[in-house]
């Protein structure tokens, strides 16, 4: 009875790890928010870091084309959006899954308001060389003073 028990037991957390971390990664790109700094910004002077995660299940993410733009930060308050370049993460025809995490830097914030502060958030999007455009996240609230 004991070594039947234990031989179900086991079918069982051999048939649990079926997740979806096993599961094929697609071509389009995945985002998800990992942080934003400082959590108070100076306006027209303080630069701002999101730092996001990224999967692309091809590697056809970055690009080393100069004027290119493929990584897309909307500020909330205002609807303003800041584009960058991600340079190349793999080399063409890599056809790899890569993942890691990437530092998108806005430069300045505007301060829109008229009190002595106020509240922004932002929305980041990335693309990759096919043209397949990421999901959107939005950062948590940073606090923008004059």
């Known amino acids: 009875m004991r070594a039947t028990l234990l031989l179900i037991f086991g079918l069982f957390l051999i048939t649990s790890c079926n997740k979806d971390d096993n599961q094929e990664v697609g071509d389009t790109p995945v985002i998800m928010f990992e942080s934003i700094s400082p959590g108070t910004a100076k306006a027209y ?9 990224y999967e692309d299940g091809n590697g056809d993410l970055g690009e080393n084309n100069t004027t290119e733009s493929n990584a897309f ?3 909330t308050r205002s609807g303003l959006e ?28 505007a301060f829109i308001g008229s009190g002595s502060s106020e509240t922004a958030t932002f929305k980041v999007k990335i693309e990759d060389r096919a043209g397949n455009m990421s999901n959107e996240i939005t950062t948590t609230a940073i606090t923008v003073t004059p």
Do not use: K
């Open 73 to 75: 930060v909307t500020d």
């Open 82 to 109: 800041y584009q960058f370049r991600i340079r190349q993460l793999a080399p063409n025809d890599a056809n790899i899954h890569i993942r890691g995490s990437l530092n998108i830097v806005v430069p300045q914030v």
């Open 45 to 53: 002077s303080d630069s701002v870091v999101i730092r996001v995660q």
